[in-house]
């Protein structure tokens, strides 16, 4: 099992960024293929994007050319740089992991999750 932690949410104003951290502790990190989901209110918990050990990565449409995920397997961490901010952005972000390394991200299935960061979007 991997524990998660978020951080890096906020209130922020259209067109501008903001970068969501997660930090990773427990098993093995580096294989794992490592996400982002958010959630708005009254909403389902939607995938944002995913990458793999390699760091290759896949997106959701509504945040191509927005948002850039990424790791850091020496410091246990994945990010979330979101820049262009749309108040549809808004959300609570979770970061996940994925317990099935070396698989299509398009098949991204969550097995562990953090807590979540709330990011606010006014316009």
């Known amino acids: 099992q991997v524990q998660l932690v978020e951080s890096g949410g906020g209130l922020v104003q259209a067109g501008g960024s903001l970068r969501l951290s997660c930090a990773a502790s427990?098993?093995?990190?580096?294989?794992?293929?490592m996400g982002w989901f958010r959630q708005a209110p009254g909403k389902e918990r939607d995938f944002v994007a995913a990458?793999?050990?390699?760091?290759?990565?896949y997106y959701a449409d509504s945040v191509k050319g927005r948002f850039t995920i990424s790791r850091n397997n020496a410091k246990n961490t994945v990010y979330l740089q979101m820049s262009s901010l749309k108040p549809e952005d808004t959300a609570v972000y979770y970061c996940a992991a994925d317990k099935v390394p070396g698989k299509p991200l398009v098949m991204f299935r969550p097995s562990s999750w953090g807590q979540g960061t709330q990011v606010t979007v006014s316009s």
């Open positions: 427990g098993r093995t990190f580096s294989n794992n293929p």
């Open positions: 990458i793999n050990w390699s760091g290759d990565t």
